[in-house]
């Protein structure tokens, strides 16, 4: 297939993802903005963090005073997927150098995992495919945060729209899509009991961080019980 097929291709997988991204992504400007990030700083994390997952619970738990850690602890345990896609995809990277491997891994997140590894299976994963898609990502990302910080303070009642209640349904999505998962419902009910808990006793910001530290507990203390069953 010619750079310039790849090209097309890579334009026609992205855009369909694009329409359900940039909304996503102008919500998490116009909250970032309202949580007090300037533009510069609004834009830059978009185009440096690169992960909407992890930048909205960073907006959250700014929002509800959570310490550094406790930030960078989160953080951490949502991204750190990417190290086992870095690990899938890297071997269908053959013909990229260092650098484009390192550009690559950058720019990879959940949808241009998925199309990497769609492409592996049909056969090779081209520079040309894997940058046009990734790049189209990328460069929506960065204009949805941008129209989002701009435009977002136009909305003077955000409540009525129910932007602010935007955050809680994007993570309670994210969330039960790991439902059919044998550890699900005891790690989730976990992690939410202690949350209740938390909140009721210490208040915010201390169940966030104290219903996460309950499910990775839970999740820890099982896995062995299952590796011995099976």
């Known amino acids: ?73 989160g953080v951490f345990a949502i991204n750190f997927r990417h190290v086992l896609y870095s690990a899938s995809v890297g071997r269908h990277l053959t013909r990229f150098n260092a650098w484009e491997k390192a550009l690559a891994f950058f720019l990879l997140v959940d949808p241009s995992f998925a199309a990497a590894e769609a492409r592996a299976s049909e056969g090779r ?61 005891p790690v989730a009910g976990t992690s939410a009991l202690a949350a209740l808990v938390a909140y009721a006793t210490l208040g915010s910001p201390w169940h966030v961080t104290l219903g996460g530290l309950a499910g990775i507990l839970v999740a820890a203390l099982r896995n062995p019980e299952k590796r011995a069953a099976q």
Do not use: C
């Not at 992205?14 to 903005?33: D, I, R």
């Not at 990328?138 to 935007?166: C, K, Q, S």
């Open 125 to 185: 994963v081209r520079k040309t495919y894997y940058f046009t898609f990734a790049l189209m990502l990328y460069v929506g990302w960065a204009l949805a945060t941008l129209l989002g910080a701009l435009f977002g303070r136009l909305i003077e009642n955000p409540e009525r729209y129910a932007l602010d209640f935007a955050l809680p349904i994007y993570f309670l999505a994210q969330t039960m899509a790991f439902r059919h998962r044998r550890q699900f419902w």
């Open 1 to 73: 297939m010619s750079r310039s097929s790849e090209f097309r291709l890579g334009v026609a997988h992205s855009a369909p993802l694009l329409l359900a991204l940039m909304p996503f992504g102008a919500v998490y400007g116009a909250l970032a903005t309202r949580t007090g990030f300037d533009l510069a700083e609004t834009l830059g994390f978009s185009l440096t963090v690169y992960a909407g997952s992890s930048q909205f619970l960073a907006l959250q738990m700014i929002g509800t005073g959570a310490p550094v850690w406790a930030i960078l602890i």
